[in-house]
Nanobody, 119 residues
Framework: QVQLVESGGGLVQAGGSLRLSCEFSGRTFSMYGMGWFRQAPGKDREFVAAISGRTGSPPSYADSVKGRFTISRDNARNLVYLQMNSLKPEDTAAYYC???????????WGQGTQVTVSS
């Protein structure tokens, strides 16, 4: 059973940076595609970024974060990161890490970490 644990959230001023981490356990990490999603109060969960596992596809990003956020992974440490720069108040949300074996739906989700950006 895959388990995901996010960390690194917090309160930051607009223009600042944060790095989120997600620790993966329970299966072979390198075989799974990983994604970051976020959900703001009263809004639907939305895609932020994704990075492939065994397929080798390039990372993908939501238009709203392109050029500001970078997703990366360390297969030796079973970690996926989301580096967030030039943060804006509208980036405030709970951020969730997710994992998938196939190219379809994400099967596993973490508990989330809160990011709050003050103006």
């Amino acid at each position: 059973q895959v388990q995901l644990v996010e960390s690194g959230g917090g309160l930051v001023q607009a223009g600042g940076s944060l790095r989120l981490s997600c620790e993966f356990s329970g299966r072979t990490f390198s075989m799974y595609g990983m994604g970051w999603f976020r959900q703001a109060p009263g809004k639907d969960r939305e895609f932020v970024a994704a990075i492939s596992g065994r397929t080798g596809s390039p990372p993908s990003y939501a238009d709203s974060v392109k050029g500001r956020f970078t997703i990366s992974r360390d297969n030796a440490r079973n970690l996926v990161y989301l580096q967030m720069n030039s943060l804006k108040p509208e980036d405030t949300a709970a951020y969730y890490c997710a994992a998938r074996w196939s190219a379809s739906a994400y099967e596993y989700w973490g508990q989330g970490t809160q990011v709050t950006v003050s103006s």
